[in-house]
């Protein structure tokens, strides 16, 4: 008996609302004010922090959103290492810590009036946070970096210089090489931040993220701040010895950037084009040579953005928009050449959550249509609309994001169709 395995590709058409060619959707936050930071540890336990100290917490993908109690004002990033130890700072210093996935968060004395708009932890102890201060009266500008060895117990500084324009973003690759970005330059250090150095200066730029997807290749995202100004992202292959700038869209600003791997990356921000500020998503899968503006709806703009996978991400931004990306997911097919008769077998397991498999086999070659279809009639999913030799086939519907209930499958080749039913409980 002859078996072939193919891989054919899903697209997840189960929330709402989906939008051509972006795979982003809403998802309720609960809340109106904004959100400037967005992480998660896996596909389903995520924090998001904003204004007013706000803490959001899901458990299932950002599919619901509660409120966690924190002694904050106003919460800028937040950094978690694992399900129970997580970060947030923001204005004035304000560092909040939480051993149990934030059922409670405690004060951390950073010792800073200092904004804190990132964090990054190496582990469960060493971290680093990035910042600065503008004083709108006199005029006075800073910028600061901070360490600690021991969870957040005790901070350091760094570095702290005067009348450079504060840091708005931190990323280390091991626990020596780390960057940090904003306002107008590019730092490093390649002693665990003993010492930091102005790697390049980009006196034209206003530069809110930096992320490495290894140790020599690095982006930053930010805007050209002369007229007109425009969304740019900077590249390096070299470590950061060298930038090249990439240009992208006038009237726009770039404030998150993400890579799941080498080749896939997003960067959000603001679209001031149209009089409004709409959300901005960039995309590249060629490893940031070439960015594709995705075709999104009128969401407010966007802050932050985070990928768990390359399938799965968040990204976050005013007046409490969250948005999630679902992208594609592979499924397999395994092929049987010795069927002599058409059949459709019953879905196993059956029940289900969130995977199921169906099998089926057609003893002569033609057209398969294999659907799904929920209890009102309406199709969720086309598994299979294609053309197929004679054989025995099986087939895996994934329904990560489809709502728990009664579904049937309907098989159509040539003359011959069938209908099963199959029940999802989540």
């Not at 149209?274 to 960015?291: C, F, H, K, P, Q």
């Amino acid at each position: 008996m002859k078996t072939v395995s193919i891989t054919i590709l899903l697209i997840a058409l189960f929330l709402i609302p989906i939008f051509a060619q972006s795979n982003w959707s809403a998802q309720n936050s609960g809340t109106n004010s904004s959100l400037d930071a967005v992480y998660f540890v896996d596909e389903n336990n995520g924090w998001v922090t904003g204004w007013g100290g706000i803490i959001l917490h899901t458990t299932n993908g950002g599919q619901t959103w509660g409120l966690q109690n924190t002694p904050a004002t106003s919460l800028i990033c937040v950094f978690f290492t694992d399900l129970q130890n997580g970060w947030a700072a923001g204005f004035s210093g304000e560092v909040v810590h939480t051993t149990n996935g934030g059922e409670t968060w405690t004060s951390q004395d950073i010792s800073t009036n200092d904004d804190i708009n990132k964090l990054f932890f190496i582990d469960d102890n060493t971290g680093y946070a990035a910042g600065g201060f503008f004083d709108f009266l006199s005029g006075s500008y800073g910028r600061a970096i901070y360490n600690t060895t021991d969870g957040g117990n005790n901070w350091n500084v760094q570095y702290d210089m005067t009348f450079q324009t504060e840091l708005n973003s931190i990323y280390f690759i091991d626990s020596n090489t780390g960057y940090a970005a904003g306002g107008t330059g590019i730092m490093k250090t390649t002693n665990g931040g003993s010492n930091w150095f102005v790697q390049q200066n980009l006196s034209s730029f206003g530069l809110k993220d930096i992320f490495f997807t290894n140790s020599n290749t690095g982006f930053v995202a930010g805007k050209y701040q002369g007229i007109p100004h425009y969304s740019v992202i900077f590249k390096t292959t070299d470590g950061g010895n060298n930038w090249n700038e990439i240009s992208l869209g006038t009237d726009e600003d770039l404030s998150g950037l993400y890579f799941t791997d080498e080749l896939n990356g997003w960067a959000v921000g603001v679209d001031y084009s149209s009089g409004n500020n709409l959300a901005l998503i960039y995309r590249t899968t060629d490893g940031g040579n070439n960015w594709v503006k995705q075709n999104i709806p009128s969401f407010n703009n966007l802050a932050s953005v985070f990928f768990i996978n390359g399938t799965k991400g968040w990204a976050v931004g005013e007046l409490g928009t969250i948005i999630t990306y679902d992208g594609q997911v592979p499924v397999e097919v395994t092929v049987d050449f010795s069927p002599t008769e058409f059949m459709l077998a019953q879905n196993y397991p059956n029940p289900f959550n969130p995977s199921t498999t169906i099998e089926y086999s057609i003893p002569e070659s033609g057209n398969v249509k294999l659907i799904v279809y929920n209890s009102l009639g309406e199709e969720v999913t086309v598994l299979k609309n294609d053309f197929e030799e004679a054989g025995s086939y099986k087939i895996n519907f994934y329904a990560q994001n489809v709502p728990s209930g009664i579904y049937f499958y309907k098989i159509e080749s040539g003359r011959y169709n069938d209908v099963k039913k199959m029940i999802l409980l989540k």
